[in-house]
């Protein structure tokens, strides 16, 4: 069965960093793309990144610097490193996995399962 947990999220203040963790189960993670996606309270979902099974990776144009994705194959995991946080990246985090052949980028379509999420809170 497959299954993506996320862990990590928290309160945070302005400036501070988090990293977040996506833990898969039920398939190996070689193979796949792991997006990242959240969604703010009001407002619809968005790509944040997203790592391929062939190391290509993508990121929102708006939190390039930021944000850094990365995978540990052996541990079937993939983090989202999330420095200079500002309020407005409170969010709801989630991951999704792709499983159709390709890469993939952060359109939510293209992925086909995903976990329960995290919260994140930037708030002094």
């Known amino acids: 069965q497959v299954q993506l947990v996320e862990s990590g999220g928290g309160l945070v203040q302005p400036g501070g960093s988090l990293r977040l963790s996506c833990a898969a189960s039920?398939?190996?993670?070689?193979?796949?793309?792991i997006g990242w996606f959240r969604q703010a309270p009001g407002k619809e979902r968005e790509g944040v990144s997203c790592?391929?099974?062939?190391?290509?990776?993508y990121y929102a144009d708006s939190l390039k610097g930021r944000f850094t994705i990365s995978r540990d194959n052996a541990k079937n995991a993939v983090y989202l490193q999330m420095n200079s946080l500002k309020p407005e990246d409170t969010a709801a985090y989630y991951c999704?996995?792709?499983?159709?052949?390709?890469?993939?980028?952060?359109?939510?379509?293209?992925?086909?399962?995903w976990g329960q999420g995290t919260q994140v809170t930037v708030s002094s």
């Open positions: 999704a996995a792709d499983f159709h052949v390709g890469t993939a980028s952060i359109e939510e379509y293209e992925y086909d399962y």
């Open positions: 039920g398939f190996t993670l070689d193979y796949y793309a």
């Open positions: 790592s391929n099974s062939d190391s290509s990776e």
